[in-house]
Antibody, heavy 122, light 106 residues
Framework: QVQLVQSGAEVKKPGASVRVSCTTSGYTFVSYDIHWVRQAPGQGLEWMGWMNPNSGNTGYAQKFQGRVTMTRDTSISTAYLELSSLTSEDTAVYYC???????????????WGQGTLVTVSS | DIQMTQSPSSLSASVGDRVTITCQASQDINTYLNWYQQKPGKAPKLLIYDASTLETGVPSRFSGGGSGTVFSLTIASLQPEDIATYYCQQYDNFPTFGPGTKMEIK
């Protein structure tokens, strides 16, 4: 069965960077884009960007341009999200999500990771 | 960016009630609209995609409709396990989510 398993909770100081991993199984990793979505405490869902695991191509929400990087390691079917220059506003649960069909523009988020809480505090 | 709004922001209803949530897009998005259910402490779950197609395994009491700029999610007979927050999401352009509708039981 399809699974997306994320790395554990992180506590970071303002100005630091964080890397979250998303290890997938149960499907062909390189065939489906991975997206990242975050959710601040008590708030709604915010889309951050996407990555094509086959080509490594990425697209980021304008809000995060310049401080977000999405990468992958195809040998271990794992996607990564790195966010730099953290502030308290980045405290949130970060989710990876797999799209339902292998068409990049059709973004139905069919399977999700369990979420990774990133806390930014001095 | 395409902005999404939802109404109401919260909804209190009784078990067995028919409830409807509305989602509005800031521009025409055809039927490029999905609905998700999120329970506390859990990841969102895809309920409906392409505005009206029920995801596999989702109970038939859920239905979706609409096109263009106005969409709806209806629960035909509210059940206790439907207590959650519901989000719409467009994918005509880069994905954006609505602010959510919190469903509660009276």
């Amino acid at each position: 069965q399809v699974q997306l398993v994320q790395s554990g909770a992180e506590v970071k100081k303002p100005g630091a960077s964080v890397r979250v991993s998303c290890t997938t199984s149960g499907y062909t990793f390189v065939s489906y884009d991975i997206h990242w979505v975050r959710q601040a405490p008590g708030q709604g869902l915010e889309w951050m960007g996407w990555m094509n695991p086959n080509s490594g191509n990425t697209g980021y929400a304008q809000k995060f341009q310049g401080r977000v990087t999405m990468t992958r390691d195809t040998s271990i079917s794992t996607a990564y999200l790195e966010l730099s220059s953290l502030t308290s506003e980045d405290t949130a649960v970060y989710y990876c999500a797999k799209i339902k069909i292998p068409v990049a523009t059709v973004t139905h988020f069919e399977f999700w990771g369990q979420g990774t809480l990133v806390t930014v505090s001095s | 960016d395409i902005q999404m709004t939802q109404s109401p922001s919260s909804l209190s209803a009784s078990v067995g009630d028919r409830v409807t949530i509305t989602c509005q897009a800031s521009q025409d998005i055809n039927t490029y609209l999905n609905w998700y259910q999120q329970k506390p402490g859990k990841a969102p779950k895809l309920l409906i995609y392409d505005a009206s197609t029920l995801e596999t395994g989702v109970p038939s009491r859920f239905s979706g409709g609409g096109s263009g700029t106005v969409f709806s999610l209806t629960i035909a007979s509210l059940q206790p396990e439907d207590i959650a927050t519901y989000y719409c999401q467009q994918y005509d352009n880069f994905p954006t989510f609505g602010p959510g509708t919190k469903m509660e039981i009276k």
